[in-house]
């Protein structure tokens, strides 16, 4: 880590002008664009794509399962995951323009749309994807607490008793994590984060796996038996009719959230070094990232729907209860909370780096915004700090955090954030900006079928969010302000 502190932090976002290539000499630690030599590989991209998108939204799908049934459950799963790799693809080709191995680099999801469509286009991708990843970082605060809350009780009922009153506030844990998110939030930028990407990725298998092994010792454990179904839950048996509907639109939201990496795909791409091909590389590691985690998907969706039926719980780990084994639902939970921690850098990265650009760019001459001063951590060595990034990251850590305080709601919060950024960011504008870059004829068939599949998700899209909307009115009835929640 020491030499990743000592390299210059220069903002990602800002472009640098190329230096030391004059007369012809090569430099070797630089690109084609003049900016730091990119040290990105296969492996460091998947762990991004990993723990980005093995995330909160795993813990929902056996809830999710259960309001779908075995087949459109399973059905959708598979269905999202083809989807998001194929439009990934689209959007890897997108990297450079006008070409996708030799032309100009773009280095955020904005830049992307503004070289290859222009227009309005440019500010509606980044109302998308911005808004998306503020909700992303929000929701993450509130998961991480929910399961630090988690492990609190477990050693609660361990040392009082299954009957002792162990309400805990989800709120103090909101704080602690605020706090850790400034500090980590201090790592200058996206290229900074491979050795956190990895480390949550671990996480994220860990909890998995023992999510999936809790699953398979409930199933095979003495008298289990639970109702499950092609269709899932029952109207009128174990939910009302409108219940049926809505929390089926809901759980639609969650599968789709659970798949969103779109919204960083570009910056991951920007992380890679050259040759091979930036888009090769991307679509290797979109491959590895999607098919690991359908895998798990598939598993714990499938045998957390077999382990407690229709009546699955919201995050399925606390479906196992905080008795025994206390031990290992506490580690899973821990997992949860070192995985989030790393999650919520990934995707708040790409909005620090927007930020910090354009107000490069507008005040160049302002010391406050540009001026590093280097400060010499012991064990670390020399770390490049910057007092608006400081003050301007802190701030924005303490709006999330003090936003999910005011609305901690799980469920509902997961399915709207998936249905309403999954139809722009991983669908529309991937698929838009490749037929204008292979200029593909309108009224083709290959534009045409592109079209069928791009108004049938956004139909999917919309539904999703009308049911999410439903689950947070329900949600907003029930709330008490700052007051201990209970959460699924």
Not at 159 to 173: E, I
Request: aromatic letters at 14%; one cysteine or more.
């Amino acid at each position: 880590m020491a030499s990743e502190f000592e390299k210059n932090s220069t903002n990602m976002y800002v472009e640098q002008s190329p230096q030391g290539l004059e007369n012809g000499q090569v430099q070797k630690n630089v690109d084609d664009d003049g900016r730091e030599k990119r040290t990105g590989t296969v492996l460091t991209a998947s762990a991004h794509i990993i723990t980005a998108v093995i995330g909160s939204g795993v813990l929902s799908l056996a809830w999710a399962m259960a309001q779908l049934g075995w087949v459109a459950g399973i059905v959708i799963l598979f269905l999202f995951s083809f989807i998001t790799y194929f439009t990934s693809t689209l959007l890897a080709d997108c990297y450079r323009s006008p070409g996708p191995v030799a032309g100009k680099r773009n280095y955020s999801y904005m830049e992307v749309v503004r070289s290859h469509l222009g227009g309005i286009k440019v500010q509606l991708c980044g109302i998308s994807q911005y808004g998306n990843l503020v909700g992303i970082t929000i929701g993450y605060t509130i998961t991480a607490s929910i399961s630090m809350v988690a492990v609190v009780r477990s050693n609660c009922f361990h040392k009082k008793g299954h009957q002792a009153n162990c309400t805990v506030s989800n709120y103090p844990y909101m704080a602690v994590f605020a706090v850790l998110q400034i500090i980590l939030s201090q790592i200058p930028n996206f290229h900074k984060l491979s050795w956190l990407s990895i480390l949550a990725a671990v996480m994220s298998f860990a909890y998995s796996l023992i999510g999936l092994g809790l699953s398979i010792a409930k199933v095979a454990g003495v008298g289990h038996h639970v109702k499950t179904s092609l269709t899932g839950t029952k109207a009128r048996v174990d939910v009302s009719e409108a219940q049926k509907v809505w929390r089926g639109l809901q759980a639609i939201g969650d599968i789709a959230f659970a798949y969103a990496f779109a919204t960083i795909l570009i910056e991951i791409q920007d992380t890679l070094r050259s040759p091979p091909a930036e888009n090769k590389s991307m679509k290797r590691a979109s491959l590895v990232g999607v098919f690991t985690t359908t895998l798990f998907y598939v598993l714990c969706g499938t045998l957390g729907y077999a382990a407690f039926g229709n009546n699955a719980p919201g995050n399925f780990l606390t479906g196992f209860g905080f008795y025994e084994p206390f031990w290992l639902i506490d580690i899973a939970n821990v997992c949860i909370a070192i995985h989030l921690i790393g999650a919520y850098q990934v995707f708040c990265q790409p909005i620090y780096g927007f930020v910090e650009g354009r107000c490069n760019e507008k005040w160049p001459n302002s010391k406050f915004i540009t001026t590093q001063h280097a400060i010499n951590i012991p064990w670390f060595g020399v770390y490049n700090a910057n007092y608006f990034r400081m003050l301007w990251r802190t701030a924005y850590v303490i709006v999330t955090a003090v936003i999910a305080m005011i609305f901690p709601f799980f469920n509902a919060i997961l399915g709207l954030i998936g249905a309403a950024s999954f139809y722009p960011l991983t669908v529309y504008f991937p698929i838009e900006m490749h037929i204008a870059q292979k200029k593909i004829p309108k009224f083709s068939f290959t534009w045409i079928w592109l079209q069928i599949l791009s108004w049938a998700c956004l139909i999917v899209s919309l539904v999703a969010a009308t049911g999410s909307i439903e689950g947070l009115i329900q949600d907003v009835k029930e709330y008490k302000p700052f007051k201990p929640q209970e959460h699924e």
